[in-house]
């Protein structure tokens, strides 16, 4: 049970991650209508995630030692996916609005990168070794699932402050229900430390810099790493703006949505295919 409670933790987290992140760009005429923002300025806003990733990915692992691990990691990215909601429901006039989106858009992707820096080690703390490849499939699917609920919550929601505001409501009783448990529920623990399934504290990780340098020369992973690195990164700043890109071109905005649902569930099918 308490395994399937930390998978769903972080599954619920990475994708109501992914959802705040698309809360504008499939909105854009509403949000246009609504603040006077212009086209770029919408969907400038999209690409907080990629520019965060570039910078953040390689601190992304000491900065999960910092914080105590895995389990620690996702209580802090709920907290940050729901400070990055409430900044944006602040009131204020036109501009104060879109400096308070990018700084929610921020936060929200310092969330993203950590809680994405992590989904194999909470496989491997929560499930036994057969099942952890297809258990890191299915909550890296989740944040792919999140970003089809981003479009879907855009196509039914046209009330651009409305879809702030639930935003911000869901995101908050998420980290509430994650948070307050674990302050107050104290596990035993256990006689033996292989014994636990959820052990407190993650195993000493190598050093990041001594890890770094070996990977460094490593020819196989390098090749790995750019080529993942170079589509995964190219298709997450086209999905951010998915919505304005297709509008210039004619498309109607709930047709937009329906195709970002379509690639958000087709990529976390193939995710959970892959891991299976």
């Known amino acids: 049970m308490e395994a399937c409670l930390e998978l769903t933790a972080y599954a619920a987290t990475s994708a109501l991650s992914a959802a705040l992140w698309l809360a504008y760009a499939p909105s854009a005429k509403a949000v246009e209508r609504r603040f006077g923002w212009s086209p770029s300025q919408v969907a400038a806003l999209g690409l907080w995630p990629p520019v965060v990733a570039l910078v953040g990915a390689p ?58 820096s992590t989904p194999a080690v909470v496989s491997r703390l929560s499930v036994s070794p057969p099942r952890r490849v297809a258990a890191t499939s299915c909550l890296l699917a989740a944040n792919n699932l999140g970003a089809a609920l981003g479009f879907v919550v855009a196509a039914a929601v046209q009330n651009i402050d409305r879809l702030l505001w639930y935003e911000f409501f869901v995101a908050a009783a998420a980290f509430f229900c994650l948070a307050l448990p674990r302050h107050y529920v104290r596990r035993a623990a256990p006689a033996d430390a292989d014994e636990a399934l959820l052990p407190p504290e993650s195993p000493e990780p190598p050093k990041a810099c001594c890890l770094c340098g070996e990977l460094a020369t490593a020819r196989s992973y390098l090749l790995l790493a750019w080529g993942y690195g170079l589509a995964a990164g190219s298709f997450t700043g086209w999905q951010g703006v998915l919505t304005p890109i297709l509008e210039q071109r004619g498309w109607a905005p709930r047709r937009c949505d329906a195709l970002g649902v379509a690639i958000g569930v087709a990529m976390a099918v193939a995710q959970v295919a892959s891991g299976a």
């Open 59 to 116: 601190l992304a692992p000491r900065i999960v030692d910092r914080l105590g691990g895995a389990r620690q990691t996702t209580t802090c990215c709920a907290l940050l996916v729901a400070i990055a909601a409430a900044v944006r429901v602040v009131p204020g006039d036109a501009s104060l609005r879109l400096g308070l989106a990018h700084a929610g858009g921020a936060v929200n992707a310092v969330a993203g990168v950590l809680i994405l």
